[in-house]
Nanobody, 124 residues
Framework: QVQLVESGGGLVEAGDSLRLSCVVSGRTFDRYTMGWFRQAPGKEREFVAGVSWSGITDYTDSVKGRFTISRDNAKNTVWLQMNSLNADDTAVYYC??????????????????WGQGTQVTVSS
């Protein structure tokens, strides 16, 4: 069974930084794409960033230049470094794994497994 565990969320002030992590267990012997999504109250879950097994990355426009996704396949860990946070970044952040494609999908339905989510709150 594939399990994803996020950590690193919290309450910060605007302009601060956070680093989220996601540890994957289970099918770590298979190649997989990792994505970060977020969902704010009353809004749909949206793609934030993703990275393929080989290192191809993609970001949503609102976080380009501020967020960086990275992974260490030997550690089965993916990170999301978030800088210059603002109130619009407040959401529950989820990591997700896709074992079916070798690129970086942006639709939630393309991902096979999900973490429990970690809350990120940015105060003004």
């Amino acid at each position: 069974q594939v399990q994803l565990v996020e950590s690193g969320g919290g309450l910060v002030e605007a302009g601060d930084s956070l680093r989220l992590s996601c540890v994957v267990s289970g099918r770590t012997f298979d190649r997989y794409t990792m994505g970060w999504f977020r969902q704010a109250p009353g809004k749909e879950r949206e793609f934030v960033a993703g990275v393929s097994w080989s290192g191809i990355t993609d970001y949503t426009d609102s976080v380009k230049g501020r967020f960086t996704i990275s992974r260490d396949n030997a550690k089965n860990t993916v990170w999301l470094q978030m800088n210059s946070l603002n109130a619009d970044d407040t959401a529950v952040y989820y990591c997700a794994a896709d074992y079916r494609t070798w690129n970086v999908p942006s639709r939630p339905g393309e991902y096979d497994y999900w973490g429990q989510g970690t809350q990120v709150t940015v105060s003004s």
